[in-house]
């Protein structure tokens, strides 16, 4: 008998339809002899709904109350597929992050796992019952409930694994796996079999919208076997694990992401120094930023270029007028969030050279601008305008996979 972890996304269990779909995965694999517990989402865009029902009465709401109201859309999900399981003559047992165990942070919306204290969830395998967690929440040590950001339940069903020491992982969501690059908007795209915790873990944080980056992190840490596989299709997904034996293939994929901003300060005068106080101030502010590029100086004035996530822009561009242009002397800061990050990713580039030319050749010959470019050892990264980021994927893949 193994014990299998099965966590289900929010388009698998949009409609009664479909969560009488996953209650018969959920109960074919438990009639296997299985151990099961599932790990849900909120039913389709119930999350985004939440949202937009806070955001018409206080846009401005504490997080602590933003969480009591997003762990609601869990709970309704959990509970509709418990009623499913009994349903097909099952016995289900559906709990809260807080009935399951998950001890987390107090950092309200954004919460980290502290500890699985599965022990509830062991009691009602013992007794034989099938166990729905609700995902993506869990409480702090004030007793308050908490969420773990957008996508958390990815991360709520590897803690799961790794607390209880599953035999396996089951990501079921609305594609059949990890693809070379969108298959929603690349024709010949394709499905991998398996692909190394760290291809998939720059792949998420790239913009693979399959797996949420965090979930990965601590599948990696933990060496949990995940499958990502789709619930609507019977086919078999992909695998990510520590070092596969790949199809010795140079690269494993292709990402966009449209959610960056470009800031570039202007006129920075030229000496040591002046980037650390600038980052400085950011990180203060817990922004993020990614690409940097500084140009030759000249005249005793340089320019620094970066990316920063577009939700983090604005207030960004404000911090560095306030202190680069009005207290250090630069000249302006100016901002653009119609850019795109386009990243191929491979743990093959580290031993092949011409990796990098071969992506830039795609873009030259479609014709496309390159902004700025960042390379680490298994991923290549560059700037384009948001405009051409489809074309220059769809380039890109042609060139490395037709
Ligand atoms: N329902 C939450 C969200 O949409 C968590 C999840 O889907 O993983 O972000
Ligand atoms: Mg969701």
Not at 51 to 72: H, T, V, Y
Not at 216 to 241: F, H, N, P, R
Not at 268 to 281: C, D, E, I, R, T
Not at 367 to 375: A, F, H, L, V, Y
């Amino acid at each position: 008998m193994s014990l299998i972890v099965q966590k289900f996304g929010g388009s698998s269990v949009a409609n009664a339809e479909r969560v009488m779909n996953v209650a018969k995965i959920v109960t074919d694999t438990y009639a296997k002899g299985n151990d099961v517990v599932v790990v849900v989402s909120a039913q389709g865009d119930t999350t985004d709904d939440l949202i937009a029902k806070q955001m018409e009465i206080n846009p401005d709401a504490s997080r602590r109350e933003k969480d009591m109201l997003l762990a609601a859309g869990e709970q309704i999900s959990i509970a509709l597929l418990a009623m499913a399981i009994e349903k097909l003559g099952y016995h289900a047992t559906s709990l809260l992050g807080w009935q399951a165990g998950f001890e987390t942070s107090s950092s309200h919306t954004s919460a980290r796992i502290k500890r699985v204290d599965a022990s509830r969830i062991q009691d009602e395998l013992d007794q034989n019952n099938i166990v729905v967690v609700a995902g993506f929440q869990g409480i702090s040590r004030h007793g308050d409930i908490t969420t773990l950001g957008r996508g958390g339940s990815d991360t709520s069903a590897v803690a799961i694994a790794a607390a209880m020491h599953a035999d396996l992982c089951q990501i079921y969501t609305d594609v059949e796996g990890v693809y070379t690059a969108d298959p929603r908007k690349v024709e010949n795209a394709k499905k991998l079999k398996e692909i190394s915790y760290d291809e998939m873990l720059e792949l998420a944080t790239l913009g693979a919208q399959v797996l949420n980056n965090r979930s990965v992190e601590m599948a990696k840490k933990y060496g949990i076997e995940l499958e990502v596989l789709s619930s609507m299709a019977k086919a078999s997904g992909t695998i990510v694990k520590e070092k596969p034996r790949m199809e010795k293939m140079l690269i494993s994929g292709v990402a966009k992401d449209t959610d960056i901003a470009r800031i570039s300060v202007i006129g920075v005068p030229n000496y040591p120094g002046l980037a650390f106080k600038m980052f400085s101030k950011l990180s203060k502010k817990k922004i993020n930023i990614d690409i940097i590029l500084q140009s030759i100086g000249h005249d005793g004035k340089k320019d620094i270029s970066f990316t920063v996530a577009k939700d983090r822009g604005p207030e960004a561009v404000e911090v560095l007028e306030d202190y680069m242009v009005n207290t250090l002397g630069a000249k302006e800061v100016l901002y653009d969030d119609e850019v795109a990050k386009i990243s191929i990713v491979g743990a093959g580039m580290e031993s092949h050279s011409g990796v990098a030319t071969k992506m830039f050749e795609a873009l030259y010959d479609a014709q496309i601008n390159i902004r700025m470019i960042s390379t680490s050892e298994i991923k290549i990264s560059v700037l384009i305008d948001a405009a051409d980021a489809d074309k220059a994927v769809k380039a890109i893949h042609s060139k490395f996979f037709d």
